[in-house]
């Protein structure tokens, strides 16, 4: 089994910056394709990022936050990172981190097995 802890959400004003990390135990980074999804209160959840696993580099992310939004992997603390950048108010949602049960990447969330417990974020205008 393969459990995720996020942290780093809060509270930036718009144009600021937030780093998310979520730490994966149970499994290994590595293996794993991980992604980050978002969710805002009456929304359905959406794909922001995902970064392929088996030590490839593969990153695809949705337009909404292409060239803002960063997502990478550190093995050896087996923990993946959202680095957010230039943040408007319509980032506001619930941040998640998942893991698939394969390396290869997924934009949409019924191809994710695993899941943090989300961590907000809330970006004020």
């Known amino acids: 089994q393969v459990q995720l802890v996020e942290s780093g959400g809060g509270l930036v004003q718009a144009g600021g910056s937030l780093r998310l990390s979520c730490a994966a135990s149970?499994?290994?980074?590595?293996?794993?394709?991980m992604g980050w999804f978002r969710q805002a209160p009456g929304k359905e959840r959406e794909f922001v990022a995902t970064?392929?696993?088996?030590?490839?580099?593969?990153?695809y992310y949705a337009d909404s936050v292409k060239g803002r939004f960063t997502i990478s992997g550190d093995n050896a603390k087996n923990t993946v990172y959202l680095q957010m950048n230039s943040l408007k108010p319509e980032d506001t949602a619930v941040y998640y981190c998942?893991?698939?049960?394969?390396?290869?990447?997924?934009?949409?969330?019924?191809?994710?097995?695993?899941w943090g417990q989300g961590t907000q974020v809330t970006v004020s205008s």
């Open positions: 970064l392929s696993g088996g030590g490839g580099s593969i990153t």
């Open positions: 149970g499994r290994t980074f590595s293996s794993s394709a």
């Open positions: 998942a893991a698939r049960s394969s390396v290869l990447v997924r934009v949409d969330n019924r191809d994710y097995d695993y």
